[in-house]
């Protein structure tokens, strides 16, 4: 049974920041691309940041700088570490992995910024 479990969300004040964990069982985790969404109500989920299984990353233009995507293929695991956080980047977060035509996603967790 796949299992993707995040964790590491919260509330954080403008300029904090917060690391996202995405652990992962059930799957080969290391052959899987890595990507994180937000999504806030009323919008679509957007894609934030994403880490091919070689290691090649890719950021949305908004958090450039800022959020930093990493795995440890070793535990299974997925991060995102978001620094210099702001009430923009406030939404629900959610962790997914591909791998051909396997298609996973997390439960989500909550991530708010307050200016």
């Known amino acids: 049974q796949v299992q993707l479990v995040e964790s590491g969300g919260g509330l954080v004040q403008f300029g904090g920041s917060l690391r996202l964990s995405c652990v992962t069982s059930?799957?080969?985790?290391?052959?899987?691309?890595l990507a994180w969404y937000r999504q806030t109500p009323g919008s679509e989920r957007e894609l934030v940041a994403s880490i091919q299984s070689g290691g090649s990353t890719n950021y949305v233009d908004s958090v450039k700088g800022r959020f930093t995507i990493s795995r440890d293929n070793a535990k299974n695991t997925g991060y995102l570490q978001m620094n210099s956080l702001k009430p923009e980047d406030t939404a629900v977060y959610y962790c997914?992995?591909?791998?051909?035509?396997?298609?996973?996603w997390g439960q989500g967790t909550q991530v708010t910024v307050s200016s």
């Open positions: 059930g799957i080969n985790f290391s052959l899987y691309y």
């Open positions: 997914n992995l591909k791998y051909i035509w396997n298609n996973y």
